[in-house]
């Protein structure tokens, strides 16, 4: 009973993220990795040769790469050879050459040994990729199969290889931030997502996911969620679980107020209130980020500041005890 009035209560309030202005593109299938996925060394090797190879070489995550908030950079890069870009590839010396010594394994032919029958050029990679200009946008990057949420916001333009999928549009920081919170993930694995694979791992399928419930919020209530979402980037960058752990828990606890608003009410428990003079870092240097972060996390950590007791008491409502328990 208590997870169906979840369910009812969820859809009342969120919109799908279907209805949203975003889009969700697959990462890139190349057709033959071995050929268009190279390490740093040959990277190097083909600018030198070359240095209009730069042109058509971009940094790549696979899925197992991408983190919540974050991203191990493995020194991947993809031959961006792809068929909607119409390359002549007789402007890339160095990199047709390269292609070249894969001979027949990187003909189009269908046959045994060698690559899908398409109608693409020998040297283009087996996708269109039609939407390419995306990698290049600021965007959420998200692994597909999981046993726990990792949505990244990435403005650094990486390309992303099939394991993984990309989310282009508006309200992205926002989003980043539910989608990587604790009762978003419960309602995802408990009621959209399908099947679940093995103990512990489940799919962030395209379909799936469209059908979740995000509340539409006004821009200017966005900011603190975007605020935190910064805050827990650049710790995670700096290896600092301690403040990035709290700060995930507030944005579940500000996740839980807009899904259950008339029932934290009711408990006299506010969450979002507190948060609204948050300082925005995005355009601080780095020693300051970490100053305003550590006096803020300070501040809202506090013993006897009522965020965090009512944080504590957020366990006294029964539709989130659930979500606690079970996700």
């Not at 991408?66 to 031959?79: H, L, M, N, P, V």
């Not at 009522?306 to 539709?319: A, C, F, M, Q, S």
Request: charge should be positive.
């Amino acid at each position: 009973p208590n997870e169906l009035k979840i369910k009812k209560q969820i859809e009342k309030i969120g919109t799908p993220l279907k209805e949203w202005d975003i889009k969700i593109y697959r990462g890139i299938l190349t057709g033959f990795n071995e050929a268009f996925i190279i390490d740093k060394t040959k990277k190097e090797e083909l600018i030198q040769k070359d240095p209009n190879s730069a042109e058509i070489i971009k940094p790549l995550l696979r899925g197992r790469d991408i983190k919540r908030y974050g991203y191990e950079f493995a020194e991947k890069y993809i031959i961006a050879t792809f068929p909607a870009l119409h390359l002549n590839i007789d402007n890339y010396p160095a990199i047709k050459e390269y292609l070249q010594t894969f001979g027949k394994r990187l003909e189009q032919s269908g046959e045994k040994g060698s690559r899908k029958k398409t109608s693409n050029k020998w040297f283009e990679t087996q996708d269109q990729i039609a939407y390419w200009k995306e990698f290049e946008k600021e965007k959420i990057i998200y692994s597909e199969i999981v046993q726990t949420p990792q949505f990244y916001l990435d403005n650094k333009n990486f390309y992303i290889e099939a394991t993984a999928f990309i989310m282009s549009g508006e309200n992205l920081k926002y989003i980043t931030a539910l989608l990587n919170s604790k009762p978003v993930t419960y309602f995802f694995k408990h009621f959209y997502m399908g099947t679940e694979l093995g103990k512990k791992g489940y799919r962030y399928k395209k379909a799936f996911l469209e059908k979740l419930p995000i509340p539409q919020i006004p821009k200017e209530k966005q900011k603190p969620f975007e605020i935190l979402v910064d805050y827990i980037i650049f710790l995670k960058q700096n290896k600092d679980k301690t403040m990035s752990n709290y700060f995930e828990q507030i944005i579940d606890g500000m996740v839980f107020e807009l899904y259950f608003e008339e029932l934290l009410k009711k408990k006299n428990i506010e969450i979002i209130k507190y948060l609204n003079n948050l300082i925005n870092i995005s355009n601080a240097p780095d020693k300051e980020k970490l100053k305003i972060i550590q006096e803020t996390f300070d501040k809202l950590n506090n013993p006897k500041h009522p965020l965090k007791n009512n944080l504590l008491n957020l366990d006294k409502i029964p539709e989130i005890k659930v979500i606690k328990e079970n996700r």
